[in-house]
């Protein structure tokens, strides 16, 4: 299946123009105010421009942070196949089985963590979050439907346009 026939639901025939936008809010409350005008609103779409990549630090990592993150998380792993082994295992065996999964898999997690992190030898020693944002809103639709939808904005009132 090609790229076109992923995104039938992501386009429009010919679409045109009915404003851009710097807020996405804006973008919606103009869709909005259409679907209340009773607007076949199906053959609209918000497009975002102009992408950008915010990435927001949020600490410093050190190799302390790194053991403790790979230890946790190897906990959690760890006692949830060990729950899952101990459900079809036997009664007697719980304990023993489940506490094994959660020392394997701190041991486990941990070691891998901290080989990881030797590997970037300190070429990242942070921590992050990152998005990918549009700083434009364009609302399109298709263009058969385009000089109605504009008709129907230009009465949109002014306090609801900002």
Same mark, same amino acid.
């Given at each position: 299946?090609?790229?076109?026939?992923?995104?039938?639901?992501?386009?429009?025939?010919? @679409?045109?123009?009915?404003?851009?936008?710097?807020?996405?809010?804006?973008?919606?409350?103009?869709?909005?105010?259409?679907?209340?005008?009773? !607007? @076949?609103?199906?053959?609209?779409?918000?497009?975002?421009?102009?992408?950008?990549?915010?990435?927001?630090?949020?600490?410093?990592?050190?190799?302390?942070?790194?053991?403790?993150?790979?230890?946790?998380?190897?906990?959690?792993?760890?006692?949830?196949?060990?729950?899952?082994?101990?459900?079809?295992?036997?009664?007697?065996?719980?304990?023993?089985?489940?506490?094994?999964?959660?020392?394997?898999?701190?041991?486990?997690?941990?070691?891998?963590?901290?080989?990881?992190?030797?590997?970037?030898?300190?070429?990242?020693? !942070?921590?992050?979050?990152?998005?990918?944002?549009?700083?434009?809103?364009?609302?399109?639709?298709?263009?058969?439907?385009?000089?109605?939808?504009?008709?129907?904005?230009?009465?949109? @009132?002014?306090?609801?346009?900002?």
């Amino acid at each position: 299946m090609g790229s076109a026939g992923r995104m039938t639901g992501l386009t429009l025939n010919y @679409p045109m123009s009915l404003g851009v936008f710097d807020q996405y809010q804006d973008a919606q409350r103009a869709v909005d105010y259409l679907s209340d005008q009773q !607007f @076949p609103v199906e053959n609209c779409m918000i497009v975002g421009t102009d992408l950008r990549q915010v990435e927001r630090v949020t600490g410093r990592l050190t190799m302390g942070r790194v053991a403790l993150g790979g230890l946790v998380s190897g906990i959690w792993l760890g006692l949830f196949v060990g729950l899952i082994f101990a459900l079809f295992g036997t009664v007697g065996d719980t304990l023993v089985t489940v506490l094994s999964c959660v020392a394997f898999g701190a041991v486990f997690a941990l070691i891998w963590a901290m080989l990881g992190y030797g590997m970037t030898r300190g070429k990242r020693d !942070f921590t992050s979050v990152s998005q990918v944002v549009a700083t434009r809103y364009e609302v399109l639709t298709e263009h058969k439907f385009a000089q109605q939808a504009r008709d129907l904005l230009a009465d949109l @009132p002014a306090r609801e346009r900002n």
